[in-house]
C-alpha cells in the first residue's frame, strides 16, 4: 500500500517536472522568435527622415557654387584677344556674306563685296577714309587704325586723346585737350610737333570755335590745318601760325563768343582763301568777310559783302572760287578777278509755304566742274529742320533734292562726277534729273579713292564689318 502511494506521488511529481520544462522551453523559443524579427526589421522610419534631407541641403548649394565661377572665367581671355589681335582681311567673292550678323536685308545693287572682316577696332567706327596709297583707314572715339590691302594687315593703336582728322597722305593727327603736342601716327610710327616745331597750343580771347578741326592741301602741296582759334600751315618741319590779327580779321571780343575759319585753296594757282565767322550759344552771329593769302602775306579781297559770316568755301577746276556768306552766293573768276552774285530759283509757294532760303550750309565742287550747293530752309521753327540741294553748271541752276533731316543727306562723287546721295540706309544715284534709289545699305561711312572707286563701310558694332566698292 505504502509502495503504490510512493509510486503515485513520484509519478505525478515528474509529470508535474516535466509541464515546467516544457513550459520554459516554450517561452524560450517563442523569446528567440521575437529576437529573430526584431533584428530582421527594417530600422525606424524617423531614422530615415531626418538622414535623407539632410544630405540634400548639404550637397545643393556645393554643385551651385562650383558652377558660378565658371561662366564669368570664361569670356574675360575671349574679349581681350579680340581686342588686342592683329585681324587679316578676308576678300570675298560673293556678293553677301554667308553669315550677316544684321538683320538689316540689304540689296547693294551696283557694289561689290570686297572684305568682310571682324571688328578690332573699340567704340563706334565714325570714320572712313581712302589714302592715296589705296589703303584703308578706319577710327572711332577710341582708336585708329590702318588696312593694307596687299599686304591684308590691319595696324591700330587706341587712342588717349582725340582724333582730329585723317588725312590723304596717310596720316592720323591727335590732339590732346592741352592743346601740345600734335601728332601724327603713320601706321607704323608717330612723330610729335611742339614748341621745338613752332607749334603752341591754339587760344585766344572767347570761346573756341565751335566748327570741327579741318585739314586741307594747297597747290604746292603744304598742309593747312584751322583750329579753335586761328589758321597753320606747315612748312617742312615749321608750323606757321596765322593769328586772326594778322589776317586782318576783326573779333567780337567776347569771352561769350567764338569765331571760326574756313580755308580752301585754289586749284590752277596757289593761292588761298581764308572767311570767317562769329558764333554765339552755337548760332552764327556774323563775321568780317574774307581774306586771300598771296605771296606771302594776307589781303582783303574785293569781294563786295565785304563783312558777314561766311558759312562755306569751295573751288572749283574751271579756277572758280565759290563763296556762301550770311544768305548770298557768289562766285569769284581768277582769270578776270571779278566777282557775280547767284540767287537761287524761287521756292515754289505751295510746297514751301511760310519757307524761305537761309544760309549755304555746303558748297561741293564735282570733277567735272560742276557745283552742288546745300540751303537750309528757314520757317516758323527755325532754320534747323528742312535743307534743298541744287546743282549749278554752265550758271543753270537745277534743284535736286529736299530733305528734311536735321542732318543732311550725305553728298559725294565717283571719278567719272557721278553724284551718289546718302541717307540711312539707303543710297541714290543721280540720273541727271534726279536722285534715283540704287541699294539699300545700312552704311556706316563712305569715301572715294584717287582712282574714282567709291567705298561704302557697312556692319554691326563690334561684329562683321563689310567693304562694298562701286567702280564706275
Known amino acids: 500500500m505504502n509502495n503504490k502511494v510512493i509510486r503515485k506521488r513520484r509519478t505525478r511529481g515528474e509529470i508535474i517536472f516535466l509541464a515546467v520544462v516544457i513550459t520554459v522551453l516554450v517561452f524560450s523559443i ?51 584677344a579680340t581686342r588686342t589681335a592683329t585681324i587679316t582681311l578676308t576678300p ?29 577696332i573699340p567704340g563706334i567706327i565714325n570714320r572712313l577714309m581712302v589714302a592715296d596709297s589705296g589703303n584703308f583707314w578706319l577710327a572711332s572715339p577710341y582708336a585708329v ?3 593694307n590691302p596687299n599686304t591684308r594687315v590691319f595696324n591700330q593703336i587706341n587712342l588717349r586723346d582725340p582724333l582730329i582728322g585723317l588725312t590723304r597722305d596717310g596720316l ?79 573779333l567780337p571780343y567776347r569771352k561769350t563768343m567764338a ?26 552771329m556774323g563775321g568780317d568777310g574774307l581774306r586771300v593769302y598771296q605771296d606771302n602775306k594776307w589781303q582783303r579781297t574785293d569781294l563786295p559783302d565785304t563783312t558777314g559770316c561766311v558759312t ?14 550770311g544768305q548770298q552766293l557768289w562766285r569769284y573768276d581768277e582769270r578776270d578777278d571779278s566777282w557775280q552774285a547767284f540767287d537761287p530759283p524761287a521756292l515754289d509757294a505751295a510746297q514751301y509755304q511760310g519757307f524761305t532760303h537761309g544760309a549755304v550750309k555746303e558748297l561741293m565742287a564735282a ?65 541727271g534729273f534726279q536722285f534715283k534709289h540704287v541699294a539699300s545699305i545700312d552704311w556706316i561711312a563712305a569715301d572715294s579713292d584717287n582712282f574714282g572707286s567709291l567705298w561704302i563701310l557697312a556692319g554691326d558694332l563690334n561684329g562683321q564689318m563689310i567693304l562694298w566698292r562701286y567702280t564706275p
Not at 368 to 396: D, F, K, M, P
Request: proline share 9%.
Open 312 to 325: 562755306a568755301l569751295t573751288t572749283d577746276r574751271f579756277g572758280y572760287l565759290w563763296v556762301g556768306i
Open 172 to 250: 592720323a593727327w591727335i590732339l590732346p585737350t592741352s592743346g601740345s603736342p600734335l601728332t601724327y601716327w603713320n601706321g607704323r610710327v608717330g612723330r610729335d610737333y611742339d614748341a621745338t616745331n613752332a607749334w603752341l597750343p591754339p587760344q585766344g580771347y572767347g570761346l573756341p570755335s565751335p566748327l570741327r578741326p579741318d585739314f586741307s592741301h594747297d597747290q604746292s602741296g603744304s598742309l593747312w590745318l584751322t583750329t579753335g582759334y586761328d589758321v597753320r600751315r606747315l612748312d617742312g618741319s615749321q608750323w606757321r601760325i596765322f593769328l586772326p590779327q594778322e589776317m586782318g580779321f576783326a
Open 30 to 80: 517563442g523569446g528567440l522568435f521575437t529576437a529573430i524579427q526584431i533584428s530582421n526589421a527594417p530600422p525606424p522610419a524617423t531614422s530615415t527622415a531626418t538622414t535623407t534631407p539632410t544630405a540634400t541641403i548639404t550637397l545643393t548649394p556645393t554643385a551651385t557654387l562650383t558652377r558660378t565661377p565658371t561662366p564669368s572665367d570664361t569670356p574675360t581671355p575671349t574679349l581681350t
Open 145 to 147: 587704325g590702318e588696312y
Open 367 to 431: 570733277p567735272n566742274g560742276s557745283v552742288w550747293v546745300l540751303y537750309e530752309l528757314c520757317g516758323g521753327a527755325g532754320c534747323e529742320t528742312r535743307h534743298i540741294r541744287y546743282r549749278i553748271q554752265y550758271s543753270l541752276w537745277l534743284t535736286i533734292h529736299e530733305s528734311n533731316l536735321i542732318t543732311a543727306p550725305k553728298l559725294i562723287f565717283d571719278g567719272n562726277s557721278n553724284a551718289w546721295l546718302l541717307s540711312p540706309g539707303e543710297i541714290s544715284l543721280f540720273d
Open 259 to 284: 569765331t571760326s575759319f574756313r580755308v580752301t585753296h585754289s586749284q590752277i594757282s596757289n593761292t588761298t582763301w581764308a572767311g570767317s565767322c562769329d558764333f554765339s550759344n552755337g548760332y552764327p
Open 92 to 120: 570675298s567673292s560673293t556678293s553677301l556674306p554667308t553669315s550677316t550678323p544684321t538683320p538689316f536685308i540689304f540689296d547693294q545693287g551696283e557694289f561689290k563685296n570686297a572684305a568682310v572682316f571682324e571688328q578690332v
